[in-house]
């Protein structure tokens, strides 16, 4: 071999012992790439929980400020100053002018008209939080970012009614940043972030934002983020200070409608057209499925529901599933997700509602058949065997996972189930902000509304991977809200939106009574059922691949379910309830009649204001509930039935009854026994329900509104009992019939009976005397009751009153002239009512302590006026 030969081969030799070098080191590369980003993704495990919390904050900050402000028009602050009347509010659009005379939502107008009703509740919502400003303020330090200071003024709204805590911001302005930027002349502009809160802690003028922490009537305590204040604010400087909501909902709302104005397929979708369907479709026949849960097998309508959706509903229109109280929504929703995860491993299925505590309950039910259901494991565990060979899907242990915001986690977490907490991003107690490209692993997602808001933010919709969309409780959403969880996040055809919930229930909470009357107050699911599609026929046939209508009931004692089924769903309901778990009351001592466990307990106490607040309470009805309390956890039910603490829940329609009840139960020792206000108990249910309806010889208020009546009257499993005045309640039809059952089935009680413990304080009262008393014009008997009249309505009495007064009521109408024309009107509509039935006088003096002392005449007038006098006169007070 000559040296040429010997010198090619051995360059060749090197070239080729580089290239396996290069090879060697860029695996190496590749494992110590593998290496260091798991060694990453440990470390960020194990990072201290203030550097976590603090980078994750500023992550969010960081998607937040991608979503615009949505600053109000100046024509809405125009139509603000006149109170949003119609001639203001057609200056917005042609659409929304066209709305107001047809009051039709359609595809072309949905985006314009529901982006003004938006408005109005937002702009309505500011003024609240602009009263709230406060001058001058002195700042208490209680800890190195927490700060406190007293509310001043004479407001006339309550903070505890309107900031919500760990949510809304305060912002301290100090004195040189309003003599360089003045506030606006429009106080709910001052709202609106300000250039000066980015500015150094150094600089003189910076604007320090906290957010609050605490609230009562007279106080509120703020906590400022690390690095968010100087190192010791300056205590002894005083500042204007402003509270204010961050919008998160209402910007996601206007985002919502600016995305579907984009969308016209999806308009189309949900405001699908007869035309869609042509044909009644037949019941369909049930599948072979091995349902999770047995008894849906005996359920037509819930089993109906579970084949449909996991076949696939229809792709022109939602599909709605339709279950008043007890019926079973949440089990056909649980049932169903685990049969898609089972059928299609590639599902993503997105779960949200409104409120945090309906996507627990559903959250927590997946979850423990993933922890006890074994076939269910065995076939996770064969699909993520296969998944590794085969093409890339969800991970074993990303079967679901649970967002919370982090609001709910600054509240704290202890209420939350531990297994739910393992498949959240809260697991450890830790928060954790979790990117849209890590939440594609997970199968299923469980959010509400505004958290999924946050993920559109993220752009979650570009992935394009949703296949099924959830909503709980839409009838308890306006359409604006269910339409977050929706827009950019349905994306494809194929992705099936389902609706469940009850617009018979309570809707959204809406501040604007001019939005809600506009119909802000409608939910989706509300609109679609009233289509002609969703219609149901004179023998009760829909079509099935766009709805089920649950009927059976599984909550409550027939008698229970009896009430609001007459009242509210047209007899349809059935109640299936098994009689040992809602007969518990039938040997009570207390009860009257077994087979109706319901009592109506007449009081006649005093409704009044709580001081600071305009919420109202009663004194004399919060005993009466306190002392049945007491009753049935010293005693039970009998029959071996005890009652415990959490088997009672006691329902009042205001706050200050609620804090009234709250405290005289802990003064008892029970501390466990829920108090809670309708809204709170909605979705929710206890074997006892007790309730207190406060309006004692007052306008109804609260409870005029049937849907909370439906609410109330739904929540009790075993016993319930209504505590309230039968001579206010009975001018509301729905009440009065719950009253008018408790007579006939001899459970209205008002008086003490033979073998039967009455509350002591309540006066021994005769029924048939009373009612005697009410029809008996010639009873002379003078029982006073005042009215208080407003402060700022000065009484005086007319020539022609004074004179039949002292005439011994000669005359047989009496008029009295009031600055006040409402309350002039108000007592001669009286009048004109008494004199055109010739039998009724009304006597009224000027007491000496500035109230109107009223005859018990006056009384009988109100219940024989009509009912717009009626509620006038009551007003009164």
Not at 402 to 409: K, M, P
Request: charged content about 20%; some cysteine; glycine content about 4%.
């Amino acid at each position: 071999m000559n040296v040429s030969n010997l010198k090619r081969e051995l360059s060749s030799m090197k070239i080729q012992l580089s290239q396996m070098t290069n090879m060697v080191k860029c695996e190496q590369t590749k494992k110590n790439i593998r290496v260091r980003k798991k060694c990453s993704d440990d470390e960020e495990n194990i990072l201290s929980s203030d550097d976590e919390e603090q980078k994750q904050a500023q992550r969010l900050i960081g998607i937040m400020r991608e979503l615009p402000h949505y600053e109000p028009s100046q024509n809405m602050l125009h139509s603000m100053n006149v109170d949003f009347d119609d001639e203001s509010l057609a200056v917005e659009s042609t659409n929304f002018r066209t709305y107001l005379e047809t009051q039709q939502l359609d595809s072309e107008n949905v985006c314009s008209v529901l982006s003004t009703l938006i408005s109005i509740e937002d702009v309505s919502n500011m003024q609240l939080y602009a009263q709230l400003m406060q001058p001058n303020v002195f700042l208490r330090k209680v800890n190195k970012l927490c700060y406190s200071f007293v509310l001043r003024g004479n407001t006339q709204i309550n903070a505890e009614d309107v900031v919500v805590p760990n949510v809304d911001e305060a912002v301290l302005i100090p004195k040189a940043s309003l003599e360089e930027s003045p506030l606006s002349t429009q106080p709910i502009l001052a709202l609106l972030p300000h250039k000066h809160e980015a500015l150094p802690l150094k600089n003189p003028m910076r604007r320090y934002v906290a957010t609050v922490e605490q609230v009562t009537r007279t106080s509120i305590q703020l906590k400022f983020k690390r690095g968010g204040v100087r190192g010791d604010l300056t205590i002894t400087e005083r500042y204007f200070v402003i509270l204010r909501s961050r919008r998160t909902s209402f910007r996601f709302m206007y985002r919502a409608m600016q995305l579907l104005q984009e969308s016209p397929c999806l308009r189309r979708y949900l405001f699908p057209n007869k035309t869609l369907q042509t044909v009644v479709s037949k019941e369909k026949s049930s599948s072979n499925v091995i349902l999770f849960n047995p008894s849906i097998v005996s359920n037509m309508e819930q089993l109906q529901a579970v084949d449909q959706i996991v076949d696939g509903p229809s792709t022109e229109a939602p599909y709605i599933i339709f279950g008043p109280p007890g019926t079973g929504k949440t089990t056909i929703i649980v049932e169903a997700i685990l049969q898609l995860r089972l059928r299609y491993p590639r599902s993503r299925i997105l779960v949200t509602a409104g409120s945090n505590s309906a996507c627990d309950t559903i959250a927590v039910r997946i979850c423990q058949y993933f922890a006890s259901n074994v076939r269910l494991q065995v076939h996770l565990k064969n699909r993520a065997i296969e998944s590794r060979l085969v093409t890339e899907d969800v991970e074993l242990n990303h079967q679901l996972i649970r967002l919370f915001s982090r609001s709910v986690y600054a509240k704290g977490l202890n209420s939350v189930d531990p297994l739910l907490l393992m498949h959240s991003n809260c697991a450890n107690y830790k928060y954790k902000h979790l990117r849209v490209d890590k939440l594609r692993k997970y199968g299923i997602i469980v959010a509400t509304l505004c958290t999924v808001g946050r993920l559109v933010t993220e752009n979650v919709g570009k992935f394009n991977f949703f296949t099924h969309v959830f909503i709980d409780e839409a009838g308890a959403s306006t359409e604006p809200e269910a339409l977050i969880g929706i827009v950019g996040i349905k994306q494809q055809d194929a992705c099936h939106v389902i609706l469940s919930g009850d617009h018979k229930q309570l809707g959204a909470v809406i501040k604007s009574n001019r939005a809600a009357h506009l119909g802000l107050r409608h939910s989706l699911i509300e609109r679609l059922l009233r289509c002609e599609l969703y219609a149901v026929d004179a023998n009760g046939n829909y079509d099935h691949t766009l709805q089920t209508r649950l009927r059976l009931n599984y909550r409550s004692h027939p008698a229970i379910v009896g009430l609001y089924n007459k009242l509210y769903y047209n007899d349809e309901l059935i109640a299936q309830a098994p009689p040992s778990q809602v007969n518990l009351a039938a040997k009570w001592r207390m009860l009257p009649n077994a087979d109706f466990p319901i009592i109506f307990q007449a009081t006649h106490g005093v409704t009044r204001r709580e001081d600071h607040t305009t919420s109202s309470l009663n004194m004399l009805e919060a005993q009466v509930v306190c002392w049945y309390v007491k009753q049935l956890l010293s005693f039970g039910l009998g029959g071996g039935n005890c009652v415990q603490q959490q088997d009672i829940g006691i329902v009042a329609p205001y706050a200050a009854q609620c804090r009234l009840l709250n405290e005289l139960l802990r003064n008892q020792g029970y501390y466990d026994v829920e108090v809670g206000s309708v809204e709170n108990y909605q979705g929710r249910e206890k074997p006892i329900i007790i309730a207190t309806l406060v309006r004692s010889f007052a306008n109804i208020g609260f409870m005029r509104n049937p849907r909370r009546v439906n609410v109330l009257l739904s929540r009790a499993k075993s016993l319930m009992i209504l505590v309230g005045n039968p001579v206010t309640l009975r001018y509301h039809s729905d009440i009065n019939y719950v009253i008018n059952q408790c007579k006939l089935h001899g459970n209205y009680l008002f008086k003490k009976k033979d073998g039967l413990q009455r509350p002591c304080f309540l006066k021994d009262m005769n029924l048939e005397d009373i009612e005697e008393g009410d029809q008996d014009e010639s009873d002379e008997e003078v029982k006073m009751w005042y009215a208080k009249m407003p402060q700022d309505i000065p009484i005086a009495f007319s020539k022609s009153l004074q004179e039949a007064n002292t005439t011994n009521n000669r005359s047989s109408s009496s008029s009295c002239s009031c600055s006040n024309s409402f309350a002039t009107e108000s007592l001669t509509e009286s009048s004109s009512s008494c004199e055109s039935s010739g039998s009724i006088n009304i006597n009224t003096v000027l007491a000496e302590n500035g109230k109107i002392t009223v005859h018990t005449n006056f009384l009988r007038a109100c219940a024989s006026a009509c009912k717009f006098t009626k509620q006038k006169l009551l007003q009164l007070q």
